[in-house]
């Protein structure tokens, strides 16, 4: 009986597979068919626990066999420990990039992510909690910190040109209340460089009106924008195309929009400081186009340098709407914006606003009544983490309110992380009811998921 | 009133006659300043390219201007880095109102696609983790083993807005692979006496180039991403490097220096300044030419 030891028996197996696996590897080339992997039975048996091993007779076929075996084991040994002196080869220098597969329109989505593919849309929550002291009633809410607002954003693209942003709101006056802030469809490349928007939307007035709370660089909104637009600014119900025109050298934008005046969604709710106030504050704002309205906007940028730009816009918003004592008015927003940013570092930057915006009624005893606001804004960021600012602000009331109000404001800011921020302003300013007022806000704006606007 | 319609009817004019005529080569608009150099290389006489963020920038921090979009309104190809680092960049596709660079079109080249994410965050994300990025970390750029992914996904985004030259861009490709590969050589043997050292890094930005060659993260500057170095953080930082010996801060130009030189000076390591990508400082005109710049300093920091 032939014994054989197990350790030459594995080496006699490896061997085989070994010298087996080219001709395997072809099976045209009339070797040993390739084992099925699916049927362990067909796998060269290996004895788990092989009997002890014994001497097999002098000069047996078989003895030869093994002694050839032995010797070919002997080599493969010896070249594996020669390969294990050598130092360790580095990988592939360059490997060869994996092969995607494109998706049909030519591009994959992307295969990097966290756990996979999703249909949740982008959901964010923005909140801004404000805290107020001051020495007037214009102050209102002072002595106090509360949730000025909370956002709550869902943004997703629904088709490939087709892309959903939904603004709510939260906000306490009295009691909670939860509204859209901002809700619209955007259709981009309905022909080429126009893209449309419909639903709500802050109307695209000027640069400041369409940015969210969070987006400014200071606490308090400018009085020109409470008086001559509305204590929430405007915001508009319609739809609004945008045409990139064609220029190489610099960019131009024009918008077109048709409207109702959506603003009265903002309810005014009666203050601490009773009918007065709300009277007072119902009075302001814009009250032109609630049947109807039309606005332009050209928007035109040049690009100074790869960290300094000019910017320059126009608008003219339109509508007829009720003056007190004088019926219905056709009434207009005209606007003119002037914008300089500059990026002197990796972090820092350099942001220098003015805006003006002018009031007009007209057929008001034959004439056209015109009231103006504006302001000027300069924030410096000369690090990641630090921002400065300062801010002068005038506004007449709208007619037929006669007075105005000035004011100044200081603001520091400290950056967090890209989303979370803690801002002081004090603010200065003259008023016909509280005449001067001295105020601080501090504000904490934090962030968490994924939250975009448009470009302003 | 006058003078608005005075104002647009002279900008419409001015239009009329300053528009560009139609040129034949591919306009390419990069997010940023090395998949700029990249398109280029790749698309060689058949493109014109540009870039909207410059390497001296934290491409973290761009803020998207409108001027950009001018750039994006006529572009036939867009590249960007992808894995949300250019995030503000969809915001300009968006305005630019121009369908053959969107999401999905023909001319949108995403360059991260195929790159093997480090660093990918794990289980539940939040704000509380700092500035992090979902799709792992997206400075694949430092990684030499990564340019032919990106080189790939450019030259296939070209081949499909610009099939007439696909040739072209095959041999600008195997070009870059091979100059690529005997380069890397090259700067693996600069560093080899390097392997297996560890070093600290201001931001999560350098993992791909340490990996590359194999060398290793042992902390970082900021506490966590884009949040600010605080005492605290620094002391103990600084603490544990003189324990285990850590004796190199790499960071990139852009970054504060004032807090690596904190950890710096507690530490007793050195403070290595890299450049944050092609273009970002003299000599450094190409991908070959910044990473040079980079292994040497890093080898003769080490």
Do not use: C
Not at chain 1, 39 to 65: F, H, I, L, Y
Not at chain 2, 274 to 280: C, D, E, M, Y
């Amino acid at each position: 009986m032939l014994r054989i030891n197990p350790t030459t028996a594995l080496a006699a197996v490896v061997a085989a597979g070994v010298l087996a696996a080219p001709a395997a590897a072809d099976p045209g080339a009339g070797g040993p068919a390739p084992v099925d992997e699916k049927r362990p039975e067909a796998a060269a048996p290996v004895p788990a626990t092989p009997a002890p091993a014994a001497p097999a007779p002098v000069g047996d076929p078989r003895e030869r066999e093994i002694q050839e075996l032995k010797q070919l084991v002997n080599e493969l040994r010896k070249r594996v420990e020669d390969l294990e002196k050598k130092p360790a080869e580095p990988p592939p220098v360059v490997p060869e990039p994996p092969v995607s597969q494109p998706t049909p329109t030519g591009q994959g989505v992307p295969t990097t992510g966290a756990g996979g593919a999703t249909f949740l849309p982008n959901i964010s929550v923005i909140g801004n909690l404000i805290a107020r002291a001051g020495d007037s009633k214009a102050v209102p809410g002072r002595g106090r910190a509360h949730f000025e607002e909370l956002e709550i954003a869902f943004q997703d693209q629904v088709a490939p040109k087709l892309r959903y942003d939904l603004f709510l709101s939260a906000e306490k006056e009295e009691e909670w209340k939860v509204g859209m802030e901002e809700g619209y469809l955007t259709a981009t490349g309905v022909l080429p460089q126009l893209s449309l928007r419909a639903g709500r939307i802050n109307t695209p007035i000027g640069k400041f009106n369409p940015l969210h709370p969070h987006q400014w660089v200071f606490i308090t909104r400018p009085s020109a924008s409470t008086a001559l637009l509305g204590e929430h600014g405007l915001s508009s119900e319609g739809v609004v195309g945008t045409y990139v025109l064609p220029t190489k050298r610099f960019y131009a934008g024009l918008d077109f929009g048709i409207w109702r005046n959506a603003s009265e969604i903002h309810a005014h709710e009666e203050g601490d400081e009773g009918e007065d106030e709300e009277e007072h504050e119902e009075a302001l704002g814009f009250t032109g186009g609630q049947q109807g309205a039309y606005s332009t906007r050209l928007h035109l940028s040049k690009g100074l340098s790869l960290t300094k730009e000019l910017e320059l816009g126009f608008t003219r918003y339109w509508g007829r709407g009720d003056v007190e004592g004088f019926g219905r008015k056709m009434m207009a927003i005209n606007g003119v914006d002037l914008t300089y940013r500059s990026y002197p570092g990796a972090f820092s930057r350099l942001l220098v606003t003015a805006e003006m915006l002018a009031h007009e009624t007209r057929g008001i005893n034959g004439d056209t009544k015109f009231r103006l606001g504006g302001w000027l804004t300069t924030a410096y960021r000369w690090s990641q983490y630090w921002e400065a600012g300062a801010r002068l602000d005038y506004t007449q009331y709208p007619f037929p309110i006669s007075g105005n109000e000035v004011g100044g404001s200081l603001v520091l800011t400290k950056y967090i992380t890209e989303q979370t921020s803690l801002r002081l302003e004090y603010r200065h300013a003259k008023d016909p009811e509280f005449g001067h007022t001295n105020a601080i806000f501090l504000q904490l704006l934090f962030g968490s998921g994924p939250h975009a606007h448009p470009l302003q | 009133m006058r003078v608005l319609r005075f104002l647009t009817v002279g900008f419409l004019a001015l239009l009329a006659a300053g528009s560009a005529p139609a040129e034949a080569k591919v306009d390419v608009v990069t997010s940023d300043q090395n998949l700029s150099w990249l398109a280029k290389t790749i698309g060689g006489p058949n493109v014109s390219t540009e870039f909207l963020a410059g390497s001296g920038q934290d491409p973290h921090f761009v803020q998207p201007r409108p001027s950009q979009v001018a750039r994006l309104s006529r572009a036939d190809l867009v590249v960007r880095v992808g894995m949300d680092l250019d995030i503000w960049f969809d915001s300009l596709v968006r305005a630019a109102g121009n369908s053959k660079i969107v999401l999905g079109a023909a001319g949108y080249v995403d360059a991260s696609q195929g790159i093997r994410a480090l660093q990918v965050p794990q289980g539940k994300l939040d704000p509380s983790r700092g500035d992090i990025h979902i799709y792992g970390n997206p400075h694949y750029f430092y990684g030499p083993s990564n340019l032919p992914i990106a080189a790939r996904n450019v030259r296939d985004g070209l081949k499909r807005v610009d099939p007439k030259n696909a040739d072209a861009y095959d041999d600008n490709y195997t070009k870059l692979v091979q100059r690529l590969n005997a380069k890397m050589s090259e700067w693996k043997a600069k560093l080899a006496a390097d392997r297996g050292k560890s070093v600290v890094t201001y931001h999560m930005s350098l993992i791909y180039f340490l990996t590359d060659f194999g060398m290793s993260e042992f902390g970082y500057v900021e506490p966590r991403p884009g949040l600010q170095p605080t005492p605290g953080h620094i002391s103990s930082l600084a603490a544990r490097m003189k324990q285990e010996g850590i004796k190199t801060i790499l960071t990139e130009a852009y970054r504060p220096r004032r807090y690596a030189d904190l950890v710096g000076s507690q530490s007793g390591a050195a403070v290595v300044v890299l450049p944050g990508g092609i273009g970002a400082e003299k000599g450094a005109d190409d991908y070959f030419a910044f990473m040079d710049i980079v292994v040497a300093r890093v080898a003769a920091a080490l």
